[in-house]
């Protein structure tokens, strides 16, 4: 790659989703081809660790014969394999085992200063060196904000966090150079730490932070979000005061939600890649989050990485387009028709990171919690989607699947997205003849579609994933289409007199302000799950 030595992806195999060794053999193969040479994957608990069975157990982790088999085949297609591991916080998997409970700290974090802690981490590295043939690593160590604050503080008071951040560390990366790593980390904590729990520029890191810097130690700055040049900018070179060994991980949007945000991840990545060129950041990866399930195929934001290594090359957009077509066989445009599922406003409207399509699928017709969280529109959107992506999967060689499932969540949402705001209208108003029309028809239609989504979703997942983790898809829309026709039933006996009023359509639904919200609890139920 003409402006990196290490440009790369970060594929999430940790949020229920694993992929498979033959689709991630594909993946790899493809952006191989775009010019990517390294891929990172992101295992929490999802590969095999000597001596630890419970560590991945019933996850779907890959073995280490399978890890042998992709770091093998991604070599010969010029793509190094590296581990993206976790040896502090985001461990809440192992955490439900009473085997790791000697080790658990707070939240998702482990506990530090504990002998039984380093034995495990340890095993990660034991196995890691035998698995893959690379010496880079990344060792995690994001978001752990409470460290200290739980069961550390009832063992040992309470200490200097940043000293106790900075001494667990040192254990870790000691560990990965007896196995001859070469450690990477995100940046986060050393700027939380400093800015009261901000990642933003800091103007100058205390003495003690800089001394104490290991030396081996990449940092990985992260960003997602920004839209702005010089926040880039600021970011990167508040890190080269801390190192000379600046990494930047940028994001092609698959997370918290069915359907990509290759769009969005297009508009930021052509600030971000460019700051990083202009400042002289020669590793960039890009990640592909799978928060809350996994939900979205990594395949689905092939053209945002196609577009991220097109800046990265200095491609014109024809240019890119026709590579795209040489590598995959496919259309960028078709492709990049993926994300309309939550383009609820019109297909060329950008709409940020809401999922919109997820949210939707899951609000509750009785309850209504996210009724008002996209004011102002179109449900009548989704058919003219579900055609479009019809016509994608029709023209598609070899991703017919992707299309297939996109537009059988268009057919439910065309139904389901309003269904709960017409139904409590006609309610409230004493119209029976709309909620009988409501009852036999719309209900009815929708717990069909959503019947033919989960067919055509399973369908995708096991082209691309293990079977392990579906287990949740099936309960989360198993659930959605018993609750729907639950809700049918008590329709029906209030318009047959049975009962005299459904409590949850009495309700007033208030505005919040959860438009980025992309958890499926919360969309479903103000209660306990």
């Avoid at 009785?366 to 969280?373: E, K």
């Avoid at 479009?388 to 996109?406: I, Q, T, V």
């Avoid at 919040?512 to 139920?525: H, I, L, Q, V, Y």
């Amino acid at each position: 790659m003409k402006n990196f030595d290490n440009f790369g992806v970060m594929i999430d195999c940790s949020r229920n989703a694993v992929p498979n060794v033959t689709g991630l053999k594909k993946f790899i193969e493809i952006i191989s081809k775009m010019g990517y040479n390294f891929a990172m994957l992101y295992t929490e608990d999802t590969y095999e660790v000597e001596n630890e069975p419970f560590f991945g157990y019933k996850r779907g982790r890959y073995t280490a014969d399978e890890i042998k088999e992709l770091d093998a085949y991604a070599k010969s297609v010029g793509v190094e394999l590296v581990p993206c591991i976790q040896t502090l916080a985001h461990l809440k998997s192992i955490l439900r085992w009473d085997v790791y409970r000697p080790i658990y700290d707070i939240d998702d974090i482990i506990l530090a200063d504990e002998d039984r802690t380093y034995e495990l981490v340890e095993n990660m590295f034991k196995t890691l060196s035998t698995t893959f043939t690379t010496r880079k690593v990344h060792i995690g160590m994001d978001e752990a904000h409470n460290v200290g604050l739980g069961r550390y503080l009832d063992k040992h008071g309470f200490t200097n966090r940043y000293e106790l951040l900075m001494r667990h560390l040192k254990k870790v990366c000691d560990i990965a150079k007896k196995y001859g790593f070469e450690p990477l980390m995100w940046s986060d904590m050393f700027f939380r730490l400093v800015s009261g729990g901000a990642y933003q520029p800091v103007d100058e890191f205390p003495r003690e932070i800089q001394d104490n810097m290991p030396k081996e130690v990449s940092l990985v700055y992260w960003d997602y979000y920004s839209e702005d040049y010089d926040k880039y900018v600021a970011m990167i070179n508040s890190h080269k005061k801390l190192t000379d060994k600046v990494w930047f991980a940028g994001g092609a949007w698959c997370w918290g939600n069915f359907a990509p945000h290759s769009r969005l991840s297009i508009r930021r990545n052509k600030k971000a890649i460019p700051a990083c060129i202009d400042n002289g950041i020669k590793n960039v990866f890009l990640t592909m989050w799978g928060d809350n399930g996994g939900e979205c195929p990594y395949f689905s934001v092939l053209p945002a990485l196609m577009h991220a290594a097109a800046l990265a090359e200095g491609m014109d957009d024809d240019e890119m387009k026709a590579k795209f077509y040489e590598i995959t066989g496919e259309s960028y445009d078709a492709f990049v028709d993926l994300d309309l599922p939550n383009h609820v406003y019109g297909e060329d409207e950008m709409v940020g990171s809401a999922a919109y399509c997820k949210q939707r699928l899951y609000n509750d017709v009785f309850l209504g919690i996210l009724d008002l969280s996209a004011p102002g529109a179109d449900a009548s959107l989704y058919v003219k989607y579900a055609e479009k992506l019809r016509n994608d999967a029709k023209e598609s060689k070899n991703f017919s699947y992707l299309f297939e499932s996109s537009a059988a969540l268009c057919d439910a949402l065309a139904i389901k997205f309003d269904l709960g705001t017409r139904l409590r209208e006609a309610y409230l108003a004493g119209d029976k003849a709309t909620l009988e029309n409501i009852a036999a028809g719309d209900f009815v239609d929708c717990i069909a579609k959503i019947r033919a989504f989960h067919k055509a979703y399973r369908t995708q997942w096991y082209a691309v994933n293990k079977t392990y983790g579906f287990e949740v898809q099936d309960t989360r829309l198993g659930g959605l289409i018993l609750r729907m026709e639950s809700c049918l039933e008590r329709l029906n006996d209030y318009l047959n007199g049975k009962i005299d009023k459904i409590e949850e359509l009495e309700e007033e639904v208030l505005s919040n302000d959860m438009g980025g919200m992309n958890e499926w609890a919360r969309a479903f139920t103000a209660n306990v799950i």
